[in-house]
């Protein structure tokens, strides 16, 4: 194991920088379509205690799952797996960022999205993680504080939980399932070793890529439902329509079994552009709205 001094890219690492940074892309996303104004103090704010947030879950992740990061190859060279960081030391940074993350979003923001933030770290960190070398389930706990982001940018503008906020949220935990199901399938030998409790090093491919097949349904239907709660228009409704067909026709190839080997890959990188493509079309009709309402 390596004794190098520990880094700033290290910290940084801890934290899952592109993971860190999607959830504040999804918060932002909250925020814009969000009924209501929010001040731009208040807005930054609402990204800030985000991203502290997903750090400080993060990093406590890390540090519980250390002995099994040294056994996969993708996780191996972890900071805390390779020693370059102290447990202890790790221990003092997520819980600083958790306890900012709660203090920037109580006094800037508002104290629901303050307590979200909490749940989320919470659920991720003391209920998510230890679950996931006991059953395959710890997938659909930790989806939980997964999909907390856009909610967070929505209770961030109008200080309440609603049906258009739980619908939101409700896209980003059911595109968890596919996504990460894709994963698990790709790197099922890895998490066999780790003894990470996924579902096809449990109950096989076949049930893992059944299970993506109706959580893509799933997230279909509800990616339909913002158009009646008016959190998107007749522009999103055309492009998730499309989007739905194109990544529900993918999910049934995978139940076909050998038609494509690659498919777990295949199917990651399409969940990859599925979600930001539907949030762009959140977005963009938000503002065709605006300027034919002006």
């Known amino acids: 194991m390596s004794k190098k001094n520990s880094t700033f890219k290290d910290y940084i690492e801890l934290c899952k920088p592109r993971i860190t940074f999607f959830c504040i892309i ?3 996303g909250g925020v814009v379509l969000a009924p209501g104004n929010i001040s731009l103090l208040s807005f930054i704010m609402t990204l800030v205690g985000t991203a502290l947030s997903v750090a400080s879950a993060n990093t406590f992740n890390m540090i519980y799952e250390r002995n099994s990061d040294k056994l996969m190859k993708r996780t191996r060279a972890r900071p805390i797996a390779m020693g370059r960081v102290k447990v202890k030391n790790a221990l003092i940074y997520a819980t600083i ?8 979003l109580s ?13 989320a770290i919470a659920s991720y960190s003391l209920i998510y993680t230890p679950l996931k070398s006991k059953t395959p389930l710890a997938l659909v706990i930790g989806a939980f504080p997964g999909a907390m982001p856009p909610l967070l940018g929505w209770t961030a503008v109008n200080n309440q939980i609603d049906l258009a906020g739980l619908a939101l949220f409700g896209v980003l935990f059911a595109w968890q399932m596919p996504h990460f199901i894709a994963i698990a399938i790709y790197h099922k030998d890895d998490y066999a070793k780790a003894n990470i409790k996924v579902v096809p090093a449990v109950r096989g491919d ?11 349904i799933a997230l279909i239907l509800i990616s339909f439902l913002l158009v009646p709660l008016k959190v998107g228009g007749l522009v999103y409704f055309i492009i998730a329509i499309a989007l739905g067909i194109w990544f529900l026709r993918l999910s049934i190839i995978g139940l076909k079994k050998d038609l494509m080997p690659n498919w777990p890959r295949k199917f990651f990188l399409a969940s990859l552009v599925y979600l930001p493509v539907l949030v762009f079309a959140l977005v ?3 503002f065709v709205t605006l300027i034919l309402n002006n």
Do not use: Y
């Not at 960022?97 to 709660?102: A, P, R, V």
């Not at 076949?206 to 893509?216: E, L, R």
């Open 107 to 119: 006094f800037f923001v508002n104290s629901l999205t303050a307590i979200l933030s909490f749940a």
């Open 97 to 104: 960022l958790g306890m900012l993350s709660i203090f920037i």
């Open 26 to 28: 999804m918060t932002a």
């Open 284 to 286: 963009i009709d938000r």
């Open 206 to 216: 076949q049930v893992a890529k059944t299970q993506a097949f109706f959580w893509s």
